[in-house]
């Protein structure tokens, strides 16, 4: 299997914490709003408001986080749950501060400047600083992915806490996992009857780890022959898939295309296989606006078998709180309810001209959609 190549990283260096210094709050506050000009007739009072959490609350927060962390290091004290909450209360007052927020560039700009505030964290932390640092140029590239999946969050003692936060805050991408898994399982196992090949488009493709850890064990009566295509931006995403799939005992054939969604959505397919029964975007299409993921399903449905199935997940915004990712980590997504991601996807069947059924399955935490929508068998 390749090797994830792994950022640079400071753990295991207890003392550096303290060396590391932080930013300056009221020169970060300065700079902001120097920056901004007139942004808002309330400029005044969001100053003041921007000013109470800059310039307080978060060296507040830094110092407990800072003793938390001292006692967890000597092995004294662990205290999850105290971490938990003041992280919780910090990013109830995020909320609160983007509530009094119209301006999305500075809502952004004091996103950084709360980043500086609390980067000396970033150092000590593999996953967050992976997350901050974007090495492949984008939020939640495989090897992010993987972090998610393995859920090894370090030790306390080891600047664990975020960890533990993070990860923890991830749940709902290794239930997604779980849910596609189980998708995949039933849909192999009625598809073998109908036909002994298959052929299954996974858009956004990642490490592949549904593949890789169904592969490793299913029982199946009968294992029908599948032909799996993947589809990423990524090169490095792809070479990693296909070291870790090479020997699966599940896939007849495995084809990577290094290729944006973008492209895809705009360009004529020149691969041998034409048509397929399945295609999946999981973790794709919270990251694309209206217009652009209108045309990738659309090109999607003109892949499809007659019978063929598009699956498309997408987070609830109602039920998955963006603003730890996006405030710690700068990982925004594109905030869809189940009623505007159902009305987006009804839109583009309807548009096809095609008759399709479609219907939303949920994962078990119950925060991500899996929208499925399936060519009738007559339609050419
Ligand atoms: C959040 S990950 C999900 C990966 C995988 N489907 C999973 O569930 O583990 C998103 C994947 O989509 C890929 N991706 C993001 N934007 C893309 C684009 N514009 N075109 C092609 N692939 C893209 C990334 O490289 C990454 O591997």
């Not at 370090?154 to 923890?168: Q, S, V």
Request: glycine share 4%.
């Amino acid at each position: 299997m390749n090797p994830i190549p792994s950022t640079q990283n400071n753990v295991n260096k207890p003392n550096e914490l303290k060396l590391l210094r932080s930013a300056e709050p009221k020169v970060l506050l300065q700079e902001l709003f120097d920056e901004q000009g007139d942004f808002d007739s309330n400029k005044e009072r969001i100053k003041k408001f921007v000013k109470r959490f800059l310039v307080y609350e978060v060296p507040k927060y830094n110092n407990r986080i800072t003793s938390l962390q001292d006692k967890a290091s000597r092995g004294s004290d662990k205290n999850l749950y105290s971490f938990v909450s003041l992280t919780d209360r910090l990013i109830k007052q995020c909320h609160e501060l983007e509530n009094q927020l119209d301006n999305r560039l500075l809502r952004k700009q004091i996103q950084r400047s709360f980043r500086d505030l609390i980067n000396p964290w970033y150092g000590v932390n593999t996953f967050m600083q992976r997350c901050l640092e974007k090495p492949r140029g984008y939020p939640g590239d495989y090897a992010t992915m993987e972090m998610v999946y393995d859920y090894k969050p370090r030790p306390f003692e080891k600047y664990g806490f975020f960890d533990h936060y993070l990860l923890g805050h991830a749940s709902c991408v290794r239930s997604r996992k779980e849910k596609l898994k189980s998708y995949l399982k039933t849909f192999l196992a009625s598809q073998a009857k109908l036909s002994p090949d298959l052929t299954i488009l996974s858009l956004g493709s990642g490490p592949c780890r549904e593949w890789f850890e169904l592969g490793q064990r299913i029982s199946l009566q009968v294992i029908p022959r599948i032909h799996l295509v993947c589809l990423d931006h990524d090169v490095q995403a792809l070479e990693f898939s296909q070291g870790r799939l090479s020997k699966n005992q599940l896939l007849e054939e495995m084809k990577c295309i290094n290729e944006s969604l973008v492209t895809y959505s705009n360009n004529e397919w020149s691969l041998e296989i034409k048509l397929f029964d399945l295609i999946y975007a999981v973790g794709s299409a919270d990251y694309f606006y209206d217009e652009s993921l209108r045309r990738i399903l659309s090109r999607s449905l003109t892949l499809l078998k007659p019978g063929g199935v598009l699956l498309v997940t997408h987070k609830d915004s109602t039920k998955f709180d963006v603003a730890p990712s996006e405030w710690l980590c700068d990982w925004s997504f594109v905030a869809r309810d189940e009623e505007r991601f159902s009305h987006l996807v009804q839109g583009v069947l309807l548009n096809s001209g095609l008759v399709f059924s479609w219907h939303i399955e949920r994962d078990e935490i119950g925060q991500m959609m899996f929208g499925v929508a399936k060519k009738s068998k007559g339609a050419a």
